[in-house]
């Protein structure tokens, strides 16, 4: 018999069944049977596509025993099977991708902790919600050797050699005092019927010498819209993704003609954790003829990785590979399709049910603005899904809807991207005395995937940061030759910070603003760059455009008198700085000049 330590984050999960308020223990069995269930997949492939495996008299099935009197409840399977390092890999330690967030997003309310578990594949440990002890013996199919695996959820687990005919696992729960509902025959049944109904494997529940089939073991994904509840849908989505939550939405499709496939994708009702990780976990698996092949990044594009569900095949062969993903012409065809299938019907949740579907757009948008930059085929569609606040509303509101409240002699639609708070930005001055809206942009990745999009329906789209805006409006005429002497005294401080400084009317309240060149990348752009890593980026410069009619400068004109020029130039620049996202560039140098104006006016 060997020892083992947990390590940490499984000792912390351990802590967190066993002191578990959890409302709805019953999921333990629902993951523990969707384990056994996987064990069965992996094994049903090998049998078909292994010539290893192929002898084997294989009749998957998972059996529920209830042991009254030794109050033992035992979920067993034929399955795969596990060895001795597979037994302390897999119930040891947790070696998963997103283990680190998991733990970062545990808030210490036990509740809200408790319904995490599932999403990052450490499900078992729900057993300790309802056994003071647990017990899990395994025999890998090929292997003469049997391992039993047991722990009462303290520090330590311990691993023997024990006996088991056949390959497969079963899981031994002794049930504590206070959880023997969950040893009732008809509590089981329910339990089953709830969320395992359609496993596509047979679920028996094994009492004394009587034994009964529990659930339908109909894929349900293969049934006819009309032969599925609501409920149904919802409780089949919590099995696939172990997530306690309902789905927001589900798309069912069944194609036939020149290829065959079912899909089933659902739309979560919260972010999965590992949303924004590289080494997120896919949500969607792949099957062929009711076979379970993988789960693969590969089935949706990565924008799409939100999306949980099954795509079933007729057409693939069973033994197609990680390698033959990629250019599988079959599959191609089938995740053609089903993008374009799932953007349409996003397209009708957004015009036929638009509460859920801003629901959707505050938990999803963000990814799916990815596609605007790697989707150009579904281009046009994703502009049409997407959603965006502006400098009149505070509504969300569309590029159709933003096109139908256009002023009569408005020719582009103008934008602007940065920080949360957009709409105090000197960049608007312009168009709010012209009563143009304006659309704020304030997600991470809006600067970069925002200056792709040239133009909607024949529009072209500007950035009120850019230059280019200023084509579009009749200039008032400015005597720069009045200004020459003002420009010249605010240029020589600020020569080495700004490319160029010039007289603009695009202010009205405002003494300055920061522009960029048509040409030029933008600061958000740069600042989108610094956090993908790109530490070699350098800020780009931007042009200084002052207000002339703004006091600060009509008083330094009137007056002839430049001798404050140096620390006025220095304050609007980093006013300018701060009112559009950016940093001070030197705080004590701001400072000081600040302080020196303010002396000589209080000597007035």
């Not at 049930?175 to 969950?182: L, Q, S």
């Not at 757009?361 to 281009?379: A, C, H, I, P, Q």
Request: charged content about 35%.
């Amino acid at each position: 018999m060997a020892k083992h330590t947990f390590n940490a984050e499984v000792t912390k999960l351990l802590h967190l069944m066993i002191h578990s308020l959890y409302s709805n223990k019953e999921i333990f069995l629902r993951e523990l049977i969707s384990n056994a269930a996987d064990a069965l997949d992996k094994l049903h492939l090998l049998t078909l596509t292994d010539e290893k495996y192929k002898g084997f008299g294989f009749e998957p099935k998972i059996t529920i025993t209830i042991d009254v009197i030794e109050k033992r409840l035992i979920i067993s399977d034929n399955g795969i099977g596990m060895d001795e390092v597979e037994l302390v890999e897999n119930l040891g330690t947790i070696a998963k991708s997103g283990t680190k967030s998991f733990l970062e997003n545990l808030s210490g309310d036990i509740k809200k902790d408790a319904q995490l578990i599932g999403q990052f594949g450490v499900g078992f440990y729900s057993a300790f919600m309802v056994a003071d002890k647990v017990e899990v013996v395994s025999k890998k199919a090929g292997d003469d050797k049997t391992w039993i695996w047991r722990s009462s959820a303290e520090d330590e687990f311990e691993i023997d050699e024990a006996v088991r005919e056949s390959q497969g696992t079963d899981v031994i729960l002794y049930i504590k005092k206070d959880n023997e509902e969950f040893l009732n025959e008809y509590r089981i049944k329910e339990i089953v019927k709830k969320y395992s109904d359609h496993i596509p494997y047979k679920i028996f529940l094994k009492i004394g010498d009587k034994e009964e089939q529990i659930n339908r073991a109909s894929a349900l994904w293969k049934l006819s819209k009309n032969e599925i509840k609501e409920e149904e849908y919802k409780e089949f989505y919590k099995t696939i993704s172990h997530d306690n939550n309902d789905p927001l939405y589900w798309i069912h499709t069944k194609a036939e003609g020149t290829l065959e496939y079912t899909t089933l994708f659902y739309i979560p009702s919260v972010r999965p954790i590992d949303l924004f990780r590289a080494d997120y976990e896919p949500g969607v698996k792949l099957y062929v003829k009711n076979v379970f092949i993988m789960d693969d990044k590969e089935l949706l594009p990565v924008y799409l990785r939100f999306i949980r569900g099954i795509i079933d095949s007729e057409d693939l062969p069973l033994n197609v590979s990680r390698e033959m993903l990629q250019h599988n012409t079959i599959l191609a065809k089938i995740k053609k399709s089903s993008v374009k299938k799932i953007l349409t019907e996003l397209k009708k949740l957004k015009n036929h049910d638009r509460e859920k579907y801003i629901k959707f757009w505050e938990l999803f948008g963000k990814v799916l603005k990815e596609g605007l930059v790697s989707d150009f085929e579904n281009r046009e569609t994703l502009l049409e899904l997407m959603l965006f606040k502006t400098s009149k509303s505070d509504e969300y509101i569309d590029f159709e809807t933003y096109i139908k409240n256009m002023k009569e002699n408005q020719k582009s639609i103008y934008y602007l991207i940065g920080e949360k708070e957009l709409k105090d930005s000197p960049l608007l001055d312009r168009f709010k005395k012209e009563e143009m809206e304006v659309i704020l942009f304030n997600d991470e990745i809006d600067s970069f995937v925002i200056p792709s999009i040239t133009e909607y329906k024949e529009k072209k789209l500007k950035s009120v940061s850019s230059t280019e805006v200023d084509e579009d409006f009749e200039n008032t005429k400015i005597d720069d030759e009045k200004y020459k002497d003002l420009i010249e005294a605010i240029k020589k401080p600020l020569k080495e910070k700004v490319k160029d400084i010039r007289i603009t009317s695009r202010l009205v309240d405002n003494p300055a603003c920061l522009v960029f060149d048509k040409d030029d990348p933008e600061f958000q752009t740069y600042i989108m760059l610094k956090q993908m890593g790109h530490f070699d980026a350098k800020e780009p410069k931007a042009v200084l455009e002052i207000n002339p009619e703004h006091e600060v400068f009509t008083k330094m004109v009137l007056k002839n008198d430049y001798s404050l020029a140096n620390e006025v130039a220095e304050v609007i620049y980093n006013e300018a700085r701060v009112l559009e996202g950016m940093e001070i560039e030197d705080a004590a140098k701001f400072a000081k000049s600040l302080n020196t104006i303010l002396s000589k006016a209080l000597e007035k």
